[in-house]
């Protein structure tokens, strides 16, 4: 057989790891990672990507309903005759209920970096082919990830991007890993920035529910009970305000609202947090006076706080207490990321006429994002409200194991007069569609990628399975059927050349460096608010409202919010529902990552499947005791909502009181272990951050039984 090495970026982690693949007669049959290169990554599910790309699963031909919805019934057809079929639709039901009837949904598997600048508008938000087609309604689901920490929170405190907050993690004496586990990320760079800082000595401290990797190897871990962590925050604010310990130059100088939140936390005494969280008042005020004192202190957030009552207010009130102990934009500190990225993207401007479904609902979700909320689009297609949805087109996206209540979006989809899915396997979605699509993977396309200060080529290493195409031509295609393929690069050529229009000479420079090409930083800039360097405008301070760091926010207020970070309980919790607890007393949380998937993806793939035969729910030894579970057991899970079945993982690594159950399973091509276990039939979805929409999946209350029990 012919054999051969090359580098390439990861077809398998969605952040582009550096790698060498070995290709055996054009079949790639091995894979590893570069440690030479820069962000090199763990690639953790790097060696199983000859299984991805080559598994029977794969779709490799466009495919045509003949049967039931959800029946899983389809027919060959080709490319032409299956893009036809989607345009007269999505063409008909323009027609005859307007535009607005049409809706889109992106998933991660959409969020390629490519794909993300020229379709999703460099936000990573949602896909904005029907914004020229004049329908308000794009979603994905950042409906249900990532935007409370990334955009909702920062923007109404300071006026950025969560991506654009940086930990200077390489001259921190104090890292702070808060609901993050780095060691998870996909790809995991920050994990290896921690561990050398650590080798350095740096003290680390791990804020999660759970003991993570990252909790594992920290010199502290505090665990908060499960949607508690804005009363810690406000906690720890409390000590440093009474204390006297904030940068009293700087909130003075740069904050609005500091003199209502001192007020507000007074009611956050060391003895009432550690009431409401379960954390030591003697660890609160000890954690609050270390973080004062370091001055070089440096937070890692993520995604962990976004699913409770008060996801969005708990993140704002850990951004101020940074702010407030002079850790913002100092070295070794959290830096503010000024200016834009200097990459072409596609401008697509919003379209006239009603706003999108989840407008009215979630007005702040709406200003920030010009999307739709996602959760609400049953109650559109099912009660017509705020207006009917006729028709959805789904790229890179597994909704019934994403969003709570499987059972009504399976009903909307059945609902629909039109559905059409692009994605590389046959998920449970995709049964349901009218119209599916097959999509490559990162190994069959070339394109790019993009990290903090760096840049390189990834190149096409095998070609594509079947007739398989890059998702970002099949919506190109799409738009240029509907008459405006001008927006989007219709080929590999094109797109290069419109990624690098703004950097003369940077294509050529990528073409003779396979390792990439360094960017210029604003390294060595700090305080940028003082020079001006965050408004668009020029002058000093942030870029909010009122020009200065936002502890009561104008938007939350004018939006009819609470502008201070206010702490709400969770609403389903042992404080708040004594009654329901007596009936489900176990704190459930859902959505930790494990390194054998990516969400749902990869249940499908026999080498990570080996990893983890099945879903898991992660029991504490005196909970398990006392319901006569040993480790392995077939074990029910029980909510108000549902009931679904795990294996017991028994494990001090969560709380006395607390389970932690895996998510992803619940789509028919998975692991005979994974493909009943959809976790979110325990999930609700009226229970919601109101700010966000976002559903509470990690303070919810549950039983857990041994499978059979009540029987």
Not at 131 to 153: D, E, K, Q, R, T
């Amino acid at each position: 057989m012919a054999k051969e090495k090359k580098a390439a970026i990861c077809g398998v982690c969605p952040g582009g790891c550096a790698v060498d693949v070995t290709l055996e007669d054009g079949r790639l049959t091995d894979i590893a990672r570069r440690p030479d290169v820069p962000f090199g990554g763990l690639c953790v599910r790097g060696r199983h990507a000859a299984e991805v790309l080559y598994s029977p699963d794969r779709l490799k031909t466009p495919l045509i309903r003949c049967g039931e919805r959800g029946e899983g019934k389809f027919r060959a057809a080709g490319w032409d005759e299956a893009l036809d079929t989607v345009v007269a639709n999505l063409q008909r039901i323009k027609g005859a209920y307007g535009p607005q009837a049409v809706a889109s949904h992106s998933g991660r598997g959409a969020f390629e970096q490519a794909m993300n600048d020229f379709v999703n508008g460099g936000d990573g938000v949602a896909s904005r082919l029907l914004w020229p087609f004049g329908s308000p309604n794009i979603g994905s689901v950042s409906s249900v990830c990532f935007v409370s920490y990334g955009i909702l929170a920062p923007m109404t405190t300071y006026g950025v991007y969560g991506m654009s907050l940086l930990p200077d993690v390489d001259n921190s004496s104090l890292l702070v890993v808060w609901g993050a586990n780095p060691a998870t990320d996909s790809p995991p760079f920050f994990h290896e920035r921690v561990i050398r800082a650590q080798q350095k000595g740096a003290r680390l401290i791990a804020i999660d529910h759970m003991r993570s990797d990252i909790a594992a190897r920290a010199d502290q871990w505090i665990a908060p009970r499960p949607g508690t962590d804005g009363a810690l925050a406000l906690g720890l604010l409390r000590v440093i305000i009474n204390e006297r310990l904030y940068d009293r130059e700087f909130v003075e100088k740069w904050t609005a609202g500091f003199a209502e939140l001192a007020a507000y936390v007074q009611q956050f005494t060391p003895a009432r947090v550690a009431a409401i969280t379960g954390v030591e008042a003697a660890v609160v005020e000890a954690l609050a006076r270390e973080l004062a004192a370091a001055k070089h202190a440096t937070l890692r957030l993520y995604t962990g706080l976004e699913y409770s009552n008060c996801g969005v207010q708990s993140i704002r009130a850990v951004y101020i207490l940074w702010a407030l102990t002079g850790n913002l934009d100092v070295p070794g500190g959290l830096l503010l990321k000024a200016g834009a990225s200097g990459f072409q993207k596609t401008a697509v401007p919003r379209p006239d006429g009603p706003p999108p479904i989840g407008a009215a609902e979630h007005p702040v979700f709406y200003r920030l994002t010009g999307c739709a909320q996602f959760m609400e689009f049953p109650k559109a297609v099912l009660a017509g409200k705020p207006y009917p949805i006729k028709a959805l087109l789904s790229n890179g996206a597994s909704m019934l194991t994403s969003y709570p209540q499987p059972p009504l979006w399976e009903e909307a989809f059945r609902r629909l007069e039109f559905m059409a899915v692009i994605d590389r396997f046959m998920t449970r979605d995709a049964m349901f569609a009218d119209v599916v699509l097959p999509a490559t993977t990162y190994f069959e396309i070339a394109s790019y990628q993009r990290y903090h200060g760096f840049v390189r080529l990834r190149e096409r290493v095998v070609p594509p399975v079947g007739q398989a195409r890059n998702d970002l031509f099949i919506i190109a295609e799409l738009a240029a059927r509907l008459g405006y393929g001008e927006l989007f690069p219709q080929n590999e050529r094109e797109l290069l050349a419109r990624a690098f229009a703004r950097q003369p000479g940077l294509a050529d420079r990528l073409a003779a460096s396979p390792a990439g090409v360094a960017l210029p930083s604003a390294a060595g800039q700090f305080r940028k608010y003082e020079s001006g360097l965050l408004r668009r405008d020029g002058r000093p301070g942030f870029n909010t409202p009122s020009g200065k760091l936002e502890i009561a926010s104008a938007l939350l207020a004018e939006c009819g919010y609470d502008a201070l970070p206010v702490y709400a309980e969770p609403a389903e919790g042992p404080l708040a529902s004594p009654d329901l607890q007596r009936r489900f007393p176990l704190i459930l949380n859902t959505g930790a990552r494990i390194h054998s998937t990516f969400r749902s993806q990869h249940l499908n793939i026999p080498g990570l499947l080996r990893l983890q035969p099945a879903a898991q729910v992660l029991v504490h030894p005196d909970d398990a005791a006392a319901r006569v579970i040993a480790d392995g057991d077939e074990v029910t899970v029980s909510t108000v909502r549902g009931r679904v079945n795990f294996r017991a993982r028994v494990t001090d690594d969560v709380r006395l009181g607390v389970v932690e159950a895996n998510v992803g399973g619940g789509s028919p091509i998975q692991g005979e272990g994974w493909r009943e276990a959809n976790t979110n039939l325990l999930t609700a979805m009226d229970n919601r951050d109101p700010i966000s929409g976002f559903p509470v999946l990690k303070a919810l209350l549950c039983q857990v039984e041994k499978a059979g029990a009540r029987e």
